[in-house]
């Protein structure tokens, strides 16, 4: 009986271990590694993280040589609305020291890049002829950079160039800023082709920054009027990339 006895349960072991339902484990992480549905334990490695980092080939041209090397030129800002959020009761920021080469202007560019508005230069008006702003020679003081075509006066060439601004020793000859009025949303780009407004003559005693513009960006963004900085009617600049049209931005 013992020795049948003993049989009987080798037998039975025997099925057990050949059509039981003990599962591999190492088998079962392959199979569901292939199918793509292995744990990963909260990690997900399949996708890269958006650090707010752009692409190479959404990087920003390199800065001219003129350009002050913390100026960052960017194409896509925030939108206006996030832009402009606390711009009309932000405290002007008027520069600490008129530090450029010629003592008169400033490099300080203010932290919350608000600035009163005045406009300076030659254009030309709608009977044709050009007006001559007796306060300003209508020479930019870093040249045209190639915007105009050979051979037109200082005047001609600020008339038919139209969209431009001072402030070249804040963000180098040549840059493009976009300005933006908050008030009625209107944005225009230009480019910095002269130096000014005076850091102790102006911006120091109305105790803020000036972007001194021309006449066409002066009417496009204040609606037809224009103003002095002692008015300090307000934008907000953000530098852009060279290649960035000039004019009002749609």
């Known amino acids: 009986m013992k020795s049948l006895a003993l049989a009987s349960v080798l037998l039975v072991l025997g099925c057990s271990s050949s059509e039981g339902t003990i599962t591999d484990d190492s088998d079962a992480a392959t199979d569901a590694a ?10 997900d490695t399949g996708t890269t993280p958006d650090l707010g980092v ?10 001219s040589p003129d350009a002050p090397t913390d100026t960052v030129p960017t194409d896509t800002g925030p939108s206006i609305d996030a832009l402009c959020a606390g711009v009309d009761t932000a405290s002007f920021q008027p520069p600490s020291v008129c530090d450029a080469a010629s ?31 007796p306060t300003d020679n209508c020479l930019f003081a870093c040249g045209n950079k190639g915007l105009c075509a050979s051979g037109l006066t200082g005047p001609e060439c600020e008339a ?24 009625n ?10 130096r000014g407004p005076n850091c102790k003559s102006v911006e120091k005693p109305i105790g803020a920054p000036v972007l001194d513009m021309g006449h066409s960006p002066m009417v496009y963004l204040f609606d037809g009027k224009t103003y002095g900085g002692s ?5 907000i600049i953000e530098p852009v990339a060279a290649t960035t049209p000039l004019g009002p931005v749609k």
């Open 185 to 194: 949303k209107k944005q225009v780009v230009l480019v910095t082709l002269d």
């Open 160 to 183: 038919s160039l139209e969209w431009f601004a001072a402030d070249a020793d804040r963000y180098g000859c040549g840059a493009r800023i976009r300005v933006t009025n908050c008030a």
């Open 54 to 63: 752009d692409s190479p080939g959404d990087a920003p041209k390199e800065a």
């Open 34 to 43: 292939a199918d793509g549905t292995a744990s990963d334990d909260g990690i």
């Open 103 to 133: 003592g008169n202007t400033s490099t300080e560019i203010p932290k919350n890049r608000v600035y009163a508005t005045s406009w300076f230069g030659c254009y030309r008006k709608t009977d044709g002829t050009i007006f001559k702003d």
């Open 231 to 235: 008015d300090k009617k307000r934008v």
